[in-house]
């Protein structure tokens, strides 16, 4: 007979943002713990749940695979769970912080177009050169793949 499992569902790479909100959503009567690590960081031996939610840096160890019923991923997207899909129940959350990831390729596209590191070497010397505002001006922006992230990108970018 095997032991039961402590939690009803274990979430891995939690970060303190993220379980604020997750605390509130997760019905009173779940047992329920977070971790900040991804589960190889972790260096659980064994599966605290039969139920476990990731984001994309973990990885289900081999020996964990008949422990586990389901995962479901808090990302947007799936591909990371193919891998586990044959013999574990796997789900995603599709709008999960699809809009923090757009942000962030907005932050990168923009810093990239107003040379950021040329920027920040140009504040120590009080310089202003290369930083007239209009890098960014009449600009096109190509998105390659419109799923959740890439329509958050676009509305961004509109």
């Given at each position: 007979?095997?032991?039961?499992?402590?939690?009803?569902?274990?979430?891995?790479?939690?970060?303190?943002?993220?379980k604020k909100l997750l605390e509130k959503n997760i019905p009173p009567n779940l047992r329920y713990g977070f971790i900040k690590e991804s589960i190889q960081n972790s260096k659980q031996e064994k599966p605290p749940s039969k139920l476990i939610s990731i984001r994309t840096h973990s990885r289900v160890p081999a020996d964990w695979e008949n422990e586990i019923k389901g995962i479901v991923s808090r990302s947007s997207g799936f591909d990371h769970l193919l891998e586990y899909s044959e013999k574990i129940n796997c789900g995603y959350l599709?709008?999960?912080?699809?809009?923090?990831v757009a942000e962030q390729t907005m932050l990168l596209w923009t810093s990239l177009l107003r040379k950021l590191p040329l920027q920040i070497k140009n504040f120590e010397t009080f310089s202003r050169e290369g930083i007239s505002g209009i890098e960014a001006k009449d600009k096109t922006v190509i998105i390659f793949g419109v799923g959740n992230i890439g329509y958050e990108i676009y509305k961004i970018a509109r």
């Open positions: 007979m095997k032991a039961k499992s402590y939690y009803d569902v274990f979430f891995y790479e939690v970060f303190e943002e993220e599709p709008l999960y912080c699809n809009r923090s």
